[in-house]
């Protein structure tokens, strides 16, 4: 049994106005994070993972809007001006670049006790301590409080981010790729300190990854995005074990093991598609090797089969489908 969802996110829909026409960034995706576990939200550059993070904080572009879905917050809708209320308390995130949540111009101590005294009501003498209390829990000397944030390397960045996330204590923090611009092992390190944090502190989380290793090796559920839509989820060693959509058996073959240097990487041909178009049928069909003449046309239709759902209309078939992707000549073909 799945705990109960913290956060269910109903097909929403997120579009973004330019002047080339309407970018359907999200297009209809439907997810939840279950209390207490970490659910990895995975895809190529451009998915729209970056903006369901953004439009669940209710901190879009200005040329974004919701143009449709429900977001629930322990099972009330939350929108963009209720958002505010949660923000930092309830949920709080950690933007794609760390940098971006540090202000250059101050110290790293300042920042987090700003946070503390502003939105927490703290006092003075409160902030500072809790502030080293928040750098020791994220791994960092607190010594480094009076440092500025180009004094810190990328992975102090994300580890100074992740402690003002923390700030408030709140129950579900969303991570937009904390890991990306760091080398492995220092990927390792923070993946294991967010481990650590996710049970000393029960949080719930939500890890945005375009690498399906940093998944295999941190998450508890995984939600598989292209192009704006879920193509896959639900738990882990099913969904990366077993997968039943051609695009999940594709990023298994594209990328490498965190803990091993093995295997050849054979990477998935061709790019997703225009998200300013029309699009009909499955959308990863043009790059399919198992694309049938029936894939591109009507509406994508969801199956689940004990909590794993995909949307490949060859599930039934998903056994043969498996052997044939690992074969590195399936996806040449393409
Ligand atoms: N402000 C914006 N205006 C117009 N289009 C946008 C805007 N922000 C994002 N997009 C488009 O929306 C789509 C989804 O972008 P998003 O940043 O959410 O993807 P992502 O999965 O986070 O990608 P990445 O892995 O590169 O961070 C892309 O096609 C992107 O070009
Ligand atoms: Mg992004």
Known sequence: MMPRPLLAVEDLQIHYATRDGTVRAVDGATFAVPEGRIVGLVGESGCGKT???????????????????????????????????LLWREIAYVPQSAMSSLDPVYTVGAQIEEVLRKRGGASRAAAKARAAELFELVG???????????????????????????????????????????????????????????????LSMVMVTHDISVVAYLCDEVVVMYAGQVVESGPVREVLGRPRHPYTMGL???????????????????GPPDLRETLTGCRFAPRCPFVQP???????????????LTTCRRSAEADTLRTAALDPGTWQRV
């Open 294 to 308: 029936a894939c591109t046309a009507g509406a994508l239709a969801a199956d689940v089969t004990d909590d794993h």
């Open 252 to 270: 298994r073959n594209a990328f490498p093991d965190l803990l091993s240097d093995a295997m050849a990487l054979v990477p998935i041909h061709g």
């Open 51 to 85: 903006t369901a993070v953004r439009a669940i904080m209710g901190v879009l572009a200005e040329n974004g809007r919701r143009a449709g879905g429900r977001v629930c917050f322990r099972d009330r809708p939350i929108d963009a001006g209720s958002t505010r209320a």
């Open 140 to 202: 960092l000397s607190d010594r480094r409080l009076v440092d500025y944030p180009h004094q810190f390397s990328g992975g102090m960045r994300q580890r100074a981010a992740i402690a003002m996330a923390l700030a408030l204590e709140p129950s579900l923090l969303l991570a937009d790729e904390p890991v990306t611009a760091l080398d492995v092992i220092v990927q390792r390190q923070i993946l294991d300190m967010l481990r650590t944090l996710q049970q000393r502190l029960k």
